[in-house]
C-alpha cells in the first residue's frame, strides 16, 4: 500500500502541477505548451488505472475509488474534446461549467489520493489546488479560454 500511496500522491501532484501550468502558460500568450502539458496528464491515466486496479486488494474505501474515477473521466473528456475532436467547446457557458466543474472535481479527487501518502504530501497538494483554483479563473478571466 505504501508504494500505491506514492504513485498516488505523485499522480496528483504532477496532475495539479501540469494543471496550473496550462494556466501560467495561457496567461502569458503561450497556449501551445499547454497541449503538451494535456498530453502529460492523459498519461497520466496509466498510474491511475494501475492504482484503481489495486484498490480493492488493498481495501480502499468507496472515496479513494470514485476519486480516481473522477479523475479518469476528467482525462477522457479532455481526451476527447480537446485532442480527438479538437472542439471549440470554451464558448459555450452550458459546456465550459460542466468542464469546469469536473475537472474542479478531478483536482479535488487528486489532493484526497496524495493526501493517503502522509501529511506533508496533503499540504502540498492542498496548497497547489487553491493555486491552481486561482490561476484558472484568473486565466479566464484575462485569456477567455
Known sequence: MKTSNLIGALCGL?????AGLVFVFRL???PEAGRWLG?????????LVYLLSKAAPEGRGPLYIVQIVVIL?????ELLLDYVFQWDFRQVRWMV?????L???AAGGCVGIAANAGRGWSIVSVILFLGVAAL?????????L
Open 136 to 144: 484558472a479563473f484568473i486565466q479566464r478571466k484575462v485569456t477567455g
Open 28 to 30: 502569458i500568450g503561450r
Open 39 to 47: 498530453w502529460f496528464e492523459i498519461f497520466l491515466s496509466i498510474p
Open 73 to 77: 473521466i476528467w482525462l477522457l473528456l
Open 97 to 101: 461549467i460542466i468542464y469546469v466543474t
Open 103 to 105: 475537472f474542479f472535481a
Open 14 to 18: 504532477g496532475f495539479l502541477l501540469s
